[in-house]
């Protein structure tokens, strides 16, 4: 009988700051982690510039840009915290931010291709019906485009 070889893998978990993505961390340091995973953990922030061109020159603008970034190193240093807290077992973790030129679904599913993960984690935004039939949901993108096998985790 052959041996099982499932040492090795890289895991890629999709963070946002939110109660969803930290769920789906501790989902994934409870119920899977195992050693020698290689873990990514990557946000994709996105920061939508002021409709009128002109706004991008005044004071609040660059105010709200150097909150967005606090927000983004605040993700940043929780989830370093975590693999050290969290995931012992992992050979290596990295956090990091990747940027965003299309969509975010696309973009994490272009790191995850890029970065050859085993597999994706997720949280579940739990959007209602109509307001995911209208947006979509990153979750939704990442489960019909990424090459590799996706686990979303339930806000439950």
Not at 24 to 51: K, M, N, Q, S
Not at 137 to 153: F, G, K, L, N, T
Request: glycine content about 8%; aromatic content about 6%.
């Amino acid at each position: 009988m052959a041996e099982n070889t499932c040492s090795g893998r890289k895991i890629m978990i999709c963070v946002d700051g939110s109660d969803h993505s930290k769920k789906a961390f501790d989902w994934y340091a409870e119920h899977i982690a195992r050693d020698g995973d290689e873990l990514l953990v990557v946000t994709a922030p996105e920061l939508h510039p002021p409709a009128l061109p002109h706004a991008l020159a005044t004071e609040e603008w660059h105010h709200e840009v150097e909150k967005h970034q606090e927000k983004v190193n605040a993700i940043l240093q929780y989830y370093e915290k975590a693999i050290k807290d969290k995931c012992g077992k992992c050979k290596h973790g990295v956090v990091k931010t990747i940027g965003v030129n299309y969509s975010v679904g696309h973009a994490l599913c272009d790191e995850a291709k890029n970065s050859h993960v085993t597999m994706v984690v997720v949280g579940s935004r739990g959007l209602g019906t109509i307001r995911r039939t209208l947006l979509g949901s990153i979750s939704d993108y990442i489960i019909h485009h990424a090459h590799c096998p996706v686990v979303v985790v339930p806000k439950q």
